[in-house]
């Protein structure tokens, strides 16, 4: 008989899941973070032209004609709600849910995942960072002083690795870079596309790099990939942003949150933008959300950290079919 | 011939790449979680037999390559070309030296192996994982030595040269394995 019934993981990591979730809210619970929850099924979604949404229709019930019909968007991650709790003054939280991206399945990635995301309000985003190590030792059971943790300028690394200098885009220099190092497969698909010149080489060339560390922390993003963080104030080529890798697998992303409104819409605006001229159609801005940075969000710092992934680094799995009872190719 | 999007890559797609058709080995999907996803390939060029790394930016689409697998049986060669038949249609085809150049020297006539068409015209020739081959040359060995220790080499009927243990004569039947030229043991005869 056909097995493909069965879960695809040992029925031990069930138990793992379990317990990793318990010490997450533990965690939180001596920190006075708040668990929280907000919709998966949303009137709108993120404007990133680089997240495909999953989408969906509402009908009244049994009438399929009617004109309440409408759109409804599976969230790719549940930050703008969140960040609506956050201007509403619910102070720190955290939250433990299902985001959906479409199209993206793979060895690590699954099109419906488990995200954990929190927002610390009044912290930096050295705090965080802190935080974030703190909150993976605890998972993992280990100490946090004998945790090997690399923290790293985007900077200094990409130019450890590369020699390149990431916050300037020299097209010449990084053809020849790729032309030198067997990714000359970028000039064609890169183009004079900085943001992606960036995440190729990184991806194909950086990252391997910190594969020896057991956790990475890199901050300082070009300004280009602030995406949701700020601009730095005393360095506006960088933004507020981090990223966590496990042995040099991206594990989770980190902002001082972007508060103000009009910046906000801009980048909105932007990505539409970039959207059309990708052959993509517009997103509606989430209106809700740019009210509430309009009536005012606290200084915070947020990340979002993907659970599977770190089950998967955390018990030496390659892939994730090996955590997840019942992945994309079984659900 | 059919297109395939990133998104149906997986190992054993045979997809055409400068002009040549190749096998994919190996697919990584590579997406950071804010940034542009990429499919990372290990691709096989089946004319070269060379394996390389490409990479694709995700929702690229390429050119499937018409190539399939048969199993044939060796007949002779005529200097010029390497001649198969399929035993079920007794279809035959003629291959070039540079599809047969790795395994010609495994193929005995009447051998079964596997043969790759492109476009339906051979592309290579795969030789089955064992074969046995009988020794047409080889130094005498030393009396009282079974051991194997050391070896020297030994001619094949094919004309294959394979490193063979001090105790082989000319005219045993030998079990060599074709994926690294080794010797295995003596075949039961």
């Known amino acids: 008989m056909d097995q493909t019934w069965q879960p695809a993981c040992d029925l031990e990591y069930l138990r793992l899941r379990a317990q990793m979730l318990k010490k997450i809210r533990f965690f939180f619970e001596e920190r006075a973070v708040l668990e929280v929850e907000t919709p998966l099924l949303c009137s709108t979604t993120g404007t990133d032209p680089q997240l495909d949404f999953f989408s969906c229709e509402y009908h009244s019930f049994a009438n399929k004609e009617s004109l309440s019909n409408k759109i409804m968007y599976l969230q790719t991650s549940p930050e703008f709600a969140m960040k609506r709790l956050l201007a509403a003054g619910s102070g720190s939280v955290f939250q433990i849910c299902k985001a959906f991206r479409n199209g993206e399945a793979g060895q690590i990635h699954n099109p419906e995942f488990t995200i954990l995301e929190w927002y610390r309000v009044g912290f930096d985003l050295p705090q965080l960072m802190d935080e974030v190590v703190d909150l993976i030792s605890t998972v993992l059971t280990v100490d946090s002083t004998n945790l090997d943790v690399y923290k790293v300028s985007y900077v200094d690394l990409f130019q450890q690795a590369t020699g390149l200098n990431p916050l300037e885009f020299c097209l010449s220099d990084y053809c020849s870079y790729a032309q030198e190092n067997g990714i000359s497969d970028a000039i064609d698909i890169c183009g004079n596309d900085y943001s992606m010149w960036l995440d190729f080489i990184f991806s194909h060339k950086v990252q391997p790099v910190i594969e020896p560390y057991a956790l990475a922390l890199v901050y300082a993003y070009p300004a280009i990939q602030s995406s949701l963080a700020r601009i730095n104030t005393k360095n506006t080529a960088v933004a507020d942003r981090f990223e966590v890798f496990i042995q040099g697998v991206e594990i989770a992303n980190g902002f001082f949150e972007l508060a103000d409104v009009i910046e906000q819409e801009k980048r909105f605006d932007q990505e539409n933008a970039d959207r059309l001229a990708m052959g993509l159609s517009a997103v509606k801005k989430d209106q809700y959300f740019l009210n509430a940075l309009a009536s005012g969000l606290p200084d915070c710092s947020g990340i979002a950290i993907g659970l599977d992934r770190l089950l998967m680094m955390m018990t030496k799995n390659k892939s994730l079919n090996n955590v997840i009872a019942f992945p994309f190719d079984r659900a | ?189």
């Open chain 2, 1 to 189: 011939m059919a297109k395939y999007s990133t998104n149906e890559f997986k190992a054993g797609l045979k997809i055409m790449l400068d002009a040549d058709p190749c096998a994919i080995i190996e697919n990584e999907f590579i997406k950071p979680g804010k940034g542009q996803a990429f499919n990372r390939v290990k691709i096989r060029n089946l004319k070269t037999g060379r394996v390389i790394e490409r990479t694709f930016k995700s929702g690229e689409s390429v050119e499937g390559a018409d190539v399939v697998d048969l199993e044939v049986q060796y007949l002779y060669s005529d200097g010029e070309f390497w001649h198969f038949m399929v035993p079920d249609t007794f279809e035959q085809y003629q291959a070039e030296a540079s599809a047969v150049e790795d395994s010609v020297k495994w193929l005995k006539d009447q051998a079964i192996c596997t043969m790759t068409l492109w476009n339906d015209s051979p592309l290579s020739i795969t030789p089955p994982n064992f074969v046995e081959l009988t020794v047409t040359d080889t130094d005498p060995g030393l009396k009282g030595d079974t051991s194997g220790g050391g070896g020297k080499p030994a001619t094949f009927e094919t004309g294959a040269v394979v490193r063979v243990p001090l105790f082989v004569q000319i005219g045993e039947l030998i079990k060599i394995d074709t994926r690294n030229g080794e010797y295995v043991s003596r075949a039961k005869e």
